[in-house]
């Protein structure tokens, strides 16, 4: 998306976001059109189950309405709901223990590849296997580790939005994403040391 579109989105979202807090019941269903295929996009990352992800974008957008009224607008509005919704998936992780991550492919390990929501018709058992390894892997990582390597190397956020979705400084989202991709790389080469000859 570029620079004029974002402008153009965040202007949109900011009338909504008011025509909201006005009233306007419509302007907020808007609102959920526009991001609930992000949301559910990003839930499927954190669980299997499709309860799980439905549950996780409806607590999302209902934290969301009720809250609309602290929305200050420094932020554009969907990194604002996105970072409800990783409050809300964390809160989940936390009350039924870690999860599997849901097909999350690790762009160090695969290079450019399409991401899993939109599979190439292309793409070959091999990927698919490392694709499942990579998924498997990530399991084994604490939550805050794997919570910013998803945020960054899946999702593609800047270190700024990933510090301001986890309220935390750029250096600790830094400290972590070293630490996340050596634990990963560490956890990887025990589980599949065949993966360190081909180094």
């Given at each position: 998306?570029?620079?004029?579109?974002?402008?153009?989105?965040?202007?949109?979202?900011?009338?909504?976001?008011?025509?909201?807090?006005?009233?306007?019941?419509?302007?907020?269903?808007?609102?959920?059109?526009?991001y609930q295929s992000r949301l559910f996009a990003?839930?499927?990352?954190?669980?299997?189950?499709?309860?799980?992800?439905?549950?996780?974008?409806?607590?999302?957008?209902?934290?969301?309405?009720?809250?609309?009224?602290?929305?200050?607008?420094?932020?554009?509005?969907?990194?604002?709901?996105?970072r409800i919704a990783t409050n809300t998936i964390l809160?989940?992780?936390?009350?039924?223990?870690?999860?599997?991550?849901?097909?999350?492919?690790?762009?160090?390990?695969?290079?450019?590849?399409?991401?899993?929501?939109?599979?190439?018709?292309?793409?070959?058992?091999?990927?698919?296997?490392?694709?499942?390894?990579?998924?498997?892997?990530?399991?084994?990582?604490?939550?805050?580790?794997?919570?910013?390597?998803?945020?960054?190397?899946?999702?593609?956020?800047?270190?700024?939005?990933?510090?301001?979705?986890?309220?935390?400084?750029?250096?600790?989202?830094?400290?972590?994403?070293?630490?996340?991709?050596?634990?990963?790389?560490?956890?990887?080469?025990?589980?599949?040391?065949?993966?360190?000859?081909?180094?």
């Open positions: 998306m570029g620079t004029l579109s974002m402008m153009t989105a965040r202007t949109q979202d900011t009338r909504l976001v008011e025509k909201t807090l006005s009233g306007d019941q419509r302007a907020f269903e808007e609102l959920v059109e526009r990003l839930a499927r990352q954190y669980t299997r189950t499709a309860m799980d992800v439905e549950d996780i974008v409806q607590d999302t957008f209902l934290k969301a309405y009720r809250k609309l009224d602290s929305f200050d607008h420094r932020s554009s509005f969907y990194t604002w709901i996105y809160d989940m992780l936390k009350r039924r223990g870690r999860s599997p991550v849901q097909s999350v492919e690790d762009p160090e390990l695969l290079g450019d590849v399409t991401p899993v929501d939109a599979p190439s018709p292309s793409m070959g058992m091999e990927e698919r296997e490392i694709s499942e390894i990579t998924m498997e892997v990530l399991g084994h990582l604490p939550d805050i580790f794997r919570v910013v390597l998803v945020m960054r190397e899946y999702d593609g956020l800047p270190y700024q939005e990933i510090a301001n979705t986890l309220g935390l400084s750029i250096g600790t989202v830094e400290s972590r994403l070293f630490r996340a991709r050596a634990r990963f790389k560490d956890k990887l080469l025990s589980l599949y040391p065949e993966y360190g000859q081909e180094a």
